[in-house]
């Protein structure tokens, strides 16, 4: 099982593709593609049958972005 850094390297940025915002493995399917169809009520499944290049470590992938990028710590200037 692919597990923490691992899973973030599946996650490429290119300023060159889908504007810059984060890709899995260079495809043109971005993190936020995957969030919103996770979040709209989809399975894991589903977005695989629906998407055959994707594995699912890709899936883990984006959960695990997801996460770091919303456990940041807020600074308040002063």
Do not use: N, W
């Not at 490429?12 to 493995?25: N, V």
């Not at 977005?47 to 899936?59: M, N, Q």
């Amino acid at each position: 099982m692919v597990a923490g850094l691992d899973l973030i390297k599946r996650i490429t940025i290119s300023p060159d593709q889908c504007g810059g915002r984060p890709c899995i493995r260079g495809f043109r399917i971005r993190v936020s593609d995957v969030l919103s169809l996770l979040s709209a009520g989809a399975s894991p499944a589903e977005i695989l049958e629906d998407y055959p290049v994707l594995e699912e470590a890709d899936i883990r992938a984006v959960l695990e972005y997801a996460a770091r990028q919303a456990d940041h710590p807020v600074l308040i200037a002063a």
